[in-house]
T-cell receptor, first 113, second 113 residues
Framework: AQTVTQSQPEMSVQEAETVTLSCTYD???????LFWYKQPPSRQMILVIR??????QNATENRFSVNFQKAAKSFSLKISDSQLGDAAMYFC??????????FGAGTRLTVKP | KAGVTQTPRYLIKTRGQQVTLSCSPI?????VSWYQQTPGQGLQFLFE???????NKGNFPGRFSGRQFSNSRSEMNVSTLELGDSALYLC????????????FGPGTRLTVT
C-alpha cells in the first residue's frame, strides 16, 4: 500500500520569507498524481498544487512551487514570499491509478508577522 | 459555480444510534469521495462513488456505508455509532475517476456521546 510521510509536524516562517515543506511517499507504481492541500482553521480543504508523475517539470502556482524528485519519491512544497493567510495545515496527498487516495499526517505552518 | 456542500455541519449523536450525512458535489462532478478526519488517525479514505457505483473502499468496518444518486449527490451512513466515530467527515468531488483533483466540502463534525 502506498504511504505518504510528512516528517515535519510543525513549521514556522517569517512573513515575506520562503519555507519548504517536505513530503515523501512509497509506491511501486510508475503513474500517479501528487497533491498539496491546505486546510486553514476554518477547515475547508483547498487544493494548492498538483503534479503528474509523468511530467518532469515541477509544477508552479504563483508563490507555490514543488520540487518533485520521482526517483527519490520526494515531493516538497516551497512557499515564497509567505503571507499571514498561508498559515494552515498542509497535507501532501498521493492518488494512484486505481483512485486510491492517501494523505500524509500534515504539517502545521505558522507565519510570524 | 457553487462549491461542495455538506449537511448537516454539526451533529451530536449517542452511542448505538445511526447517522446519515449528505454531500452535494460541484455541478458537473460525477465522483464523490468520503474521508474521516481525526486528530489521531489523520485523514482516512472511506469510499468513492462514481456513476452511482462504489468504485473504491477504504479499510473501515461495514457499519460505514454510502450511496450515490443519479444527480451525483451522495450520502454516507454510519450505523451503531461508537465513541471512536467522533470525527470530521469530509466529502470531496471531482469531475470523474482517474487523476482529477478533488474539491472538498466544509465537512460535518460528528460527536458521539
Amino acid at each position: 500500500a502506498q504511504t505518504v510521510t510528512q516528517s515535519q509536524p510543525e513549521m514556522s516562517v517569517q512573513e515575506a520569507e520562503t519555507v519548504t515543506l517536505s513530503c515523501t511517499y512509497d509506491t511501486s507504481e510508475s503513474d500517479y498524481y501528487l497533491f498539496w492541500y491546505k486546510q486553514p482553521p476554518s477547515r475547508q480543504m483547498i487544493l494548492v498544487i498538483r503534479q503528474e508523475a509523468y511530467k518532469q517539470q515541477n509544477a508552479t502556482e504563483n508563490r507555490f512551487s514543488v520540487n518533485f524528485q520521482k526517483a527519490a519519491k520526494s515531493f516538497s512544497l516551497k512557499i515564497s514570499d509567505s503571507q499571514l493567510g498561508d498559515a494552515a495545515m498542509y497535507f501532501c496527498a498521493y492518488r494512484s491509478i486505481n483512485n486510491d487516495m492517501r494523505f500524509g499526517a500534515g504539517t502545521r505552518l505558522t507565519v510570524k508577522p | 459555480k457553487a462549491g461542495v456542500t455538506q449537511t448537516p455541519r454539526y451533529l451530536i449523536k449517542t452511542r448505538g444510534q445511526q447517522v446519515t450525512l449528505s454531500c452535494s458535489p460541484i455541478s458537473g462532478h460525477r465522483s464523490v469521495s468520503w474521508y474521516q478526519q481525526t486528530p489521531g488517525q489523520g485523514l482516512q479514505f472511506l469510499f468513492e462513488y462514481f456513476s452511482e457505483t462504489q468504485r473504491n473502499k477504504g479499510n473501515f468496518p461495514g457499519r460505514f456505508s454510502g450511496r450515490q444518486f443519479s444527480n451525483s449527490r451522495s450520502e454516507m451512513n454510519v450505523s451503531t455509532l461508537e465513541l471512536g466515530d467522533s470525527a470530521l467527515y469530509l466529502c470531496a468531488s471531482s469531475l470523474g475517476q482517474g487523476f482529477h483533483e478533488q474539491y472538498f466540502g466544509p465537512g460535518t463534525r460528528l460527536t458521539v456521546t
